[in-house]
């Protein structure tokens, strides 16, 4: 399916019960512009996982340690929502995203650092960090847009 430019996987179940194995060398499709998963079951996204392309990635109650390892390159990126994400411990780096407009973090509970490239986003209208209990390291400076909104 090169082609495919949105994928949602939906979960059926809230028991904790998700037989889904993703192997290893699994690709998604070069030309993904939309992704939205609930309850990803892996601790990362793969190694040859293609963002260019990607405009939305909303992967909310994810089982997620961390996105992605270094820097990547999501020039079109412009909403990223992983809500829930409990077992979230550290963001990517985000030098590479400039056109992200909303970042949603909300009960992230054991995210402890947020990366210093977030203060360099000057795009972000909506940035929700709420319910994200072990977060100790918050950049001292964020260039937000103008009327910004920050949930804390």
Not at 42 to 63: A, D, G, I, T
Request: contains cysteine.
């Amino acid at each position: 399916m090169p082609n495919l430019r949105f994928l949602k996987v939906y979960k059926s179940k809230d028991d904790g019960n998700d037989l889904l194995h993703i192997p290893e060398e699994t690709e998604f499709p070069r030309r993904l512009r939309l992704l939205h998963w609930k309850a990803y079951p892996r601790k990362s996204l793969p190694l040859r996982f293609y963002l260019e392309n990607l405009v939305e990635l909303k992967m909310r109650q994810s089982q997620l340690q961390k996105l992605w390892e270094g820097t990547k390159a999501l020039t079109n990126l412009k909403k990223m929502d992983l809500s829930w994400s409990f077992n979230l411990k550290e963001l990517p780096d985000f030098s590479n995203t400039t056109m992200l407009e909303s970042l949603v973090l909300r009960g992230c509970k054991n995210l402890v650092e947020i990366h210093s490239s977030i203060g360099n986003l000057r795009r972000i209208e909506f940035l929700q960090m709420s319910f994200c209990v072990k977060l100790q390291v918050v950049p001292a400076l964020f260039n937000l847009a103008p009327l910004a909104f920050v949930g804390m």
